[in-house]
């Protein structure tokens, strides 16, 4: 179609199919001959159609639409490589709008695919290979045969795997991605230039590593998950749940990931330094175990417990929960979220910020004076590092909102939001059947945040996914800058590990 006859495409108020087409039509028009000045004509449709109102599927498509053409718009500026856009953080945006679970849940199957897979592409772009992963994921599990998104799941495996420096754990990667690129390749549906892509990547693992070894399946491996009913149940809560501080969770709930493995990769340390980073990461470390048993406790403890006996609260009919076990979700989730801002301590000591401690915290660790209304420091905005970039866009997620005043994703600044009342206001938690009654009851009722106990359990789990993330980005991060040092004028040691058995204190 020309375009003028794009352009003269007529609809009404009511007419918001007709709108949608339009708005379809123009964005493909501008990729296909390169005009991006017509992408600023479909934003003016696709911004006034929001305003409208639109069923669910309609917001799916529109979101979804003006993702792809902020995406284009990034793409016309050749703003790839920069850490901070208004464009990526545009099309970030406005794919979490379309990923909205009562917004996307509207939308035919195979749209819901496309959206997940292209959301997964953007994600494994700025670094967020975990996400992205579970985004493909959700793309097969609606349809086992989207080939698209089993080989580029199969590429953003192969990009992780660059990053770990554990050479194990990257070929078991390396394994994982060749049996997802040989399954895409097999179930076909593929246009030639992508199915080449694909083939290109299958080409060059088969010629790294011996075909006897990519054809192996080790991390099916079987291992044992713990001595006792209690700590096996806890294992396979935290490996379905991609909760161990271990990359090869990712891949899949095996056994062979149900520990914490994640540590520093050999670092090149100044004397002066000590082992600064080493007591840091200990201290992160046994936090997050910590937190993540509180949640889980909290969630999968359902007798009474003795503590909760004769405590004598009153009974006042508004469907509020109370209970040790809800106060431990609470205790997990606050301690959880301490941890973002302490991974900024981190940052601030590897690349000598100088921010006084008092002022570290992972909202404003980024920026220039510390300031999340500057720009991007030029130590980060010059590193072509995908680890510290991931937890860069993470922590924009958490925190901030975009030049409308609106969340770039809504259900990870609702965390954010949920951690300051439970830190600082008084939040009743209520039965989960109020959702069903009266909107009045879930929000905001004199000086309490109210939520329901699914909304808390669905926040803690997050949220503690979120944290886990962060912290694997900041240890990829710092491997990629480890692999560029100088070996010159560093002391290299061998650190020994803290025995299980020195945490029995008595």
Known sequence: MEIEEILN??????????????????????NDFEKPEYLDVALEIGESLLQKNISHDQKGIICYFLANLWSSKNKFLNHKLLWNSKELEKTIYYYHLACEKQVISSLPENRQCQIYTNF???????????????????????DPNFSIAIGNKGNGIINYADLLYDNGHSRLFKQSAYHLLKQAIEIGKLEGQV???????????????????????????????GDSESEIRYREWCLNNNLFLNPLNDIGNYSIAANDILFLPHMQIKFEDGFYYQSLLNGIKQEFIAARFLVYEGINKKVLHFADKDTFLYSLGDHTFYSINIEKIKMGYRSM???????????????????????????????????????????????????????????????????????????????????????????????????????????????????????????????SKLVRSAFI??????????????????????????DDKFKSLF
């Open 9 to 30: 495409i007529q609809y009404n108020t009511e007419d918001i199919a007709t709108g949608i087409l339009k708005l379809g039509l123009l964005i493909d028009y501008s």
């Open 473 to 498: 980005y900041l240890i990829l991060g710092i491997n990629i800058e480890e692999q560029k040092r100088e070996s010159e004028c560093f002391v290299s040691m061998e650190m020994p590990y803290y």
């Open 195 to 225: 199915r080449n892509g694909f083939v290109s990547l299958l080409n060059d693992l088969e010629s790294s590593f011996p075909l006897e070894i990519l054809q192996e399946k080790e991390i099916e491996t079987k291992f044992p998950l």
């Open 337 to 463: 979220y301490s941890l973002l801002d302490k991974l900024s301590h981190f940052l601030n000591r590897y690349f000598h910020l100088e921010v006084p401690p008092n002022k570290l915290s992972l909202k404003r660790i980024w920026y220039k004076k510390n300031d999340p209304k500057q720009e991007v420091r030029d130590v980060f905005n010059e590193l072509k590092n995908w680890g510290f970039r991931g937890l860069f866009w993470l922590s924009r997620d958490l925190f901030e909102l975009n030049d409308a005043n609106l969340p770039m994703d809504p259900e990870a600044y609702a965390s954010y939001k949920l951690r300051n009342s439970i830190e600082h206001n008084f939040t009743k938690i209520l039965d989960p059947v109020i959702e069903g009654l009266s909107q009045n009851h879930t929000m905001h009722a004199y000086d309490s945040t109210n939520i329901t106990y699914d909304q808390l359990v669905k926040n803690a789990i997050k949220l």
């Open 120 to 142: 997964a592409n953007i994600l494994r772009h700025i670094g967020r290979f975990i996400e992205a992963i579970e985004y493909w994921n959700e793309a097969i599990r609606i």
